[in-house]
């Protein structure tokens, strides 16, 4: 009889098991990603002042680093004002409410793909 013995399984196992694992983390950035960009403008809704919708129509998703890292940017030179207000104007706050929402949804999925802990 005759007996096959493959050495080195273990590692490709674990190489495929990493490449599985890339995809998922780029997939739930991607989706995430978009899902705090439509959050953040749906929250961009400001009743003080001089509501022209700049600052909503400015809120990017930019997907970097091959696809595991999202920045979403508001690209208002006042939008940080808008959100932690000033001395004379309260806040209003617009991207730390959606990233509230979608931090919890985003680690649930890393931790459904075995990503994080």
């Known amino acids: ?9 273990d590692i490709l196992l674990r190489a495929l098991q990493t490449a599985a ?6 997939a739930a950035v991607q989706k995430h990603g978009a899902d ?4 953040a403008q749906s929250n961009a809704v400001f009743t003080h002042g ?3 919708g700049a600052t909503k129509r400015s809120i990017k998703l930019e997907i970097t680093d091959g696809g595991f ?5 508001a690209g208002t030179d006042y ?10 104007m309260e806040a209003q706050p617009f991207m730390k409410p959606a990233f509230d929402v979608v931090q919890p949804k985003f ?8 990503i994080a802990k």
Request: charged share 30%; hydrophobic share 35%.
């Open 50 to 52: 001089y509501a022209t």
């Open 79 to 88: 939008s940080g004002y808008l959100e932690k207000g000033t001395r004379f």
């Open 1 to 9: 009889m005759a007996q096959v013995d493959i050495k080195g399984d």
């Open 36 to 39: 705090l960009q439509k959050k």
């Open 69 to 73: 890292v999202a920045k979403v940017t």
């Open 107 to 114: 680690i649930n999925d890393l931790r459904r793909a075995g």
């Open 21 to 26: 694992n890339m995809k998922a983390h780029k």
